[in-house]
């Protein structure tokens, strides 16, 4: 099967315009961008898809070795951008997809011309004086938890990571995306997810990058935003005023708004 079937890719907005492609976090799909993706429509060819094993995707296509590391999925990333021929394109990832847009970055930066990564973190785990928001007994017990109950996980976990408890339809919504991602995969890419360190990936990346940061985030907290922003040379930190994980839901014409200031000079 070919890279547009296997990652359920949909392609809109203006045939000639810059292509601007759009990479969904764990337990998403490419539903998650429904409030943004479209704002961009008129100037840009908006490529959105799902990773595999999630959302459309092709699950058979799923191999633990590939994906036993983000090298596989930027590795996706970069085939889906051999097959449309994109050269110069907006990479718009959010979360984990942010260190995927870094990997593929590095290793083909021609391909891409500016990188917004949304909600990054590049280690989530403390280490020393870098602070990543969780200790390593923190991210053992939500990965048992995530391993024994996937389908009670998601529904505790969603409202939490959306942080917007006045707005309970958006916890919901999340916790609809978990639950339509296949299990097994999802308690793989979580092990790969909150196990990663791209710490010495970031210093390689020569593209112009837009780092957005909500101001309350439990998954990425603030100190992480700017430790992504210090250390990739050619970026630009904008906090945003908005709270949770998940700013493309929870704030989308703040979140759109920092984009189009960033990729429309």
């Excluded at 050269?87 to 870094?102: Q, R």
């Excluded at 408890?165 to 995969?185: K, N, V």
Aim: glycine letters at 8%; charged letters at 20%.
């Amino acid at each position: 099967m070919g890279v547009i079937d296997r990652l359920n890719v949909t392609i809109t907005g203006r045939p000639d315009g810059q292509p601007m492609v759009f990479a969904h976090g764990f337990g998403c799909d490419q539903h998650m961008w429904s409030q943004l993706a479209p704002r961009f429509e008129a100037d840009f060819l908006v490529v959105l898809f799902d990773h595999v094993g999630s959302g459309g995707s092709d699950l058979s296509a799923y191999d633990p070795v590939r994906y036993d590391s983000l090298d596989g999925y930027a590795a996706d990333v970069l085939d889906l951008c051999r097959e449309l021929d994109l050269d110069d394109a907006v990479f718009v990832g959010h979360s984990v997809s942010a260190m995927i847009g870094v990997l593929a970055a590095v290793a083909e930066p021609d391909r891409f011309d500016k990188l917004v990564l949304v909600s990054p973190s590049p280690r989530y785990i403390d280490d020393g004086p870098y602070r990543g928001g969780f200790t390593e007994a923190d991210i053992a017990d939500m990965l048992d938890s995530l391993d024994s109950n996937y389908l009670g996980w998601s529904s505790a976990m969603a409202p939490v990571i959306m942080g917007n408890p006045g707005r309970p339809e958006m916890g919901a919504q999340l916790t609809e995306s978990f639950c339509r991602t296949d299990p097994e995969i999802a308690r793989h890419f979580a092990r790969v997810t909150f196990t990663s360190d791209n710490r010495a990936d970031l210093a390689q990346v020569v593209t112009p990058t837009l780092v957005l940061q909500c101001r309350q985030d439990v998954i990425a907290p603030v100190a992480v935003g700017r430790y992504v922003a210090q250390t990739i040379a050619d970026s630009q930190l904008v906090l945003l005023d908005a709270t949770g994980h998940c700013p493309n839901l929870s704030a989308p014409d703040a979140t759109s708004a920092a984009i189009a200031a960033f990729v429309r000079p």
